[in-house]
């Protein structure tokens, strides 16, 4: 059974950092590109970043360059985006997502056809 689990969301103050996970299963994760979204309340889904099959391409929103850094561990069917110098706009509930193949419009949510559950990151002093 497919099955994305985020996990590593929480509270943390302005300037301080959080490393995002989404665990893997019942895929072989290497043959999909993974995206990280964000939905805050009353916005709408927001492509963050977004990595090649190999990990070898990545791309990020404009608002998260130089701060947010996305990588893969194909043997371990998981992905990270480790968060640094977080912003209290960054609050939201970030999810992880699957499409196939990749592209430079890979932060686009509607190629993207599986979906984890979320987990909220807060930002706020």
């Known amino acids: 059974q497919l099955q994305f689990v985020e996990s590593g969301g929480g509270s943390v103050q302005p300037g301080g950092s959080l490393r995002l996970s989404c665990a893997a299963s019942g895929l072989t994760l290497e043959f999909y590109t993974i995206g990280w979204f964000r939905q805050a309340p009353g916005k709408e889904r927001e492509g963050v970043s977004c990595?090649?099959?190999?990990?070898?391409?990545?791309n990020y929103a404009d608002s998260v360059k130089g701060r947010f850094t996305i990588s893969r561990d194909n043997a371990k069917k998981t992905v990270y985006l480790q968060m640094n110098s977080l912003k209290p706009e960054d609050t939201g509930v970030y999810y992880c997502?699957?499409?196939?193949?990749?592209?430079?419009?890979?932060?686009?949510?509607?190629?993207?056809?599986?979906w984890g559950q979320g987990t909220q990151v807060t930002v706020s002093s």
């Open positions: 990595i090649s099959m190999s990990g070898a391409s990545t």
């Open positions: 997502a699957i499409r196939e193949g990749y592209s430079s419009t890979c932060l686009r949510p509607n190629n993207y056809y599986y």
